[in-house]
């Protein structure tokens, strides 16, 4: 049974960078499976943030302008989010997640972990 | 981006209902489509992919359909563990979209 679990700052400072980390346990990271980032805060509600595979290969919503990175770290079996220069719109709930189906990123996510609270503020 | 427009925002009913949620896409995602159940302080859960297929584990009073723009899930019959919100996403292109949401209160 796979389980993931975020940890990470619950508060950043603007213009700070988010950073996250995903720990995976009862599967690994370098199943083909791909490993995502999702969000949600009040005013915008489940946004997708992004995602990447066993091979480093990445996808990213756009809204993001590039301020988000993903990473896998094989040998302590985590990814992590790095998100720049933050504002108060990235206040949010922030899970990460695995698809459902290997091999394809075409699916839903089936494992999540139970999220985990940033708030962005001086 | 594919928006995903969710109807109704709030589902107002009784256990043993029917219930029906909704979910337009703004484009063809063929049946590129999962619906899940939230609820308070929890992770999404997958209901549903390829707009009727059952997640495993998941009971059968739980249905979906469409392909293309419009989509439906359908409860059979409203059991006490389902008062939750459920989402739609389309998983057809990127960025992923996720609908607004449908909270099922109860009556």
């Known amino acids: 049974h796979v389980q993931l679990q975020e940890s990470g700052p619950g508060l950043v400072k603007p213009s700070g960078t988010l950073s996250l980390t995903c720990a995976v346990s009862g599967g690994s990271i370098s199943d083909t499976h791909w490993w995502i980032w999702v969000r949600q805060s009040p005013g915008k509600g489940l946004e997708w943030i992004g995602e990447?595979?066993?091979?480093?290969?990445?996808n990213f919503n756009p809204s993001l302008k590039s301020r988000a990175a993903i990473s896998a770290d094989k040998p302590n079996n985590q990814f992590s989010l790095k998100l720049t220069s933050v504002t108060a719109a990235d206040t949010a709930i922030y899970y990460c997640a695995r698809s459902l189906h290997p091999d394809t990123a075409m699916g839903p996510y089936d494992y999540w972990g139970q999220g985990t609270l940033v708030t962005v503020s001086s | 981006d594919i928006q995903m427009t969710q109807s109704p925002s709030t589902l107002s009913a009784s256990v043993g209902d029917r219930v029906s949620i909704t979910c337009r896409a703004s484009?063809?995602?063929?049946?590129?489509m999962a619906w899940y159940q939230q609820k308070p302080g929890k992770a999404p859960k997958v209901l549903m992919y390829k707009a009727s297929a059952l997640e495993s584990g998941v009971p059968s009073r739980f249905s979906g359909s469409g392909s293309g723009t419009e989509f439906t899930l359908t409860i059979s019959s409203l059991q006490p563990d389902d008062f939750a919100t459920y989402y739609c996403q389309q998983y057809y292109s990127y960025p992923r979209t996720f609908g607004q949401g449908t909270k099922v209160e109860m009556k």
């Open positions: 990447i595979y066993p091979t480093g290969s990445t």
């Open positions: 484009q063809d995602i063929a049946i590129w």
